[in-house]
């Protein structure tokens, strides 16, 4: 039984290494000798487990949204849906920030010039993979929960997630690519403003949308200072 325990954390012990070596030295350091020293393990279970670079790279990318939906579950589902939704971007920006690599990874934008695409549709790039799914469930719930306040004007929930999903995601990237450097708060002078125009823009009013985002960067406070 112990034998067997170990030879199922195998696979995850080469996720972690990977994950860290993105963190620390970026993709370019993605390599299965690499990956295999830093897990300790030989480079032959690289392709055992998982059969090869690009594989392992998907496996990394839905350990990636998989910690992505953890984190949305922390998030407490309010009588504000505007304000969980909003602490939800922000948890993201959190996680984008703390692995920038890992976040590139997670949204296709290290695959075509970086990592060596597997062969064959590859569902994680669409967005459909068990992870992803899992993860975005916590926006397009709260999306929902906003169509049924009232606040907004009548329309497909999954529709709403996929543009508030578009427009956090935007501005994550260009802040990682530091694009925002002369603000001297990009959240308060970008991020949240825009989030109070797609509100807006949604048939909220601009005041009790502006109160709800204040009231989610309060909210999101609340649970980094609780870990």
């Known amino acids: 039984m112990a034998g067997r325990a170990k030879l199922d954390d195998v696979p995850e012990r080469l996720?972690?290494?990977t994950v860290d070596l993105l963190a620390e030295q970026g993709p370019s350091a993605i390599k299965a000798r690499s990956v295999a020293s830093a897990s300790g393990l030989s480079t032959m279970v690289v392709y055992s487990h998982f059969g090869g670079i690009p594989e392992l790279m998907s496996a990394v990318a839905d350990h990636g949204f998989k910690e992505l939906g953890r984190a949305f579950a922390l998030v407490p589902v309010t009588e504000d849906p505007i304000a969980d939704?909003?602490?939800m971007a922000l948890t993201c920006r959190r996680l984008?920030?703390?692995?920038?690599?890992l976040y590139d990874l997670m949204f296709g934008l290290s695959t075509?010039?970086?990592?060596?695409?597997?062969?064959?549709?590859?569902p994680r790039l669409s967005g459909h993979s068990p992870?992803?799914?899992e993860a975005h469930v916590h926006i397009t719930a709260a999306c929902e929960r906003l169509v049924h306040s009232g606040r907004v004007e009548?329309?497909?929930?999954?529709?709403?997630?996929?543009?508030?999903?578009?427009?956090?995601?935007?501005?994550?990237?260009?802040?990682?690519?530091?694009h925002f450097v002369e603000?001297?708060?990009?959240?308060?002078?970008?991020?949240?403003?825009?989030?109070?125009?797609?509100?807006?823009?949604?048939?909220?009013q601009r005041t009790r949308a502006e109160v709800s985002h204040q009231a989610g960067a309060r909210l999101y406070g609340s649970i980094t200072e609780g870990h």
């Open 96 to 101: 984008a920030s703390d692995n920038p690599h």
């Open 112 to 122: 075509r010039a970086t990592y060596r695409p597997s062969t064959g549709a590859n």
């Open 85 to 87: 939704l909003f602490a």
């Open 183 to 204: 603000f001297e708060d990009a959240v308060a002078q970008v991020l949240l403003p825009m989030g109070v125009n797609f509100a807006v823009g949604l048939g909220d």
């Open 154 to 178: 009548q329309r497909e929930p999954e529709v709403m997630a996929a543009q508030l999903w578009s427009m956090v995601h935007g501005y994550i990237t260009l802040e990682l690519a530091e």
């Open 15 to 17: 996720v972690r290494a």
């Open 131 to 133: 992870a992803f799914r």
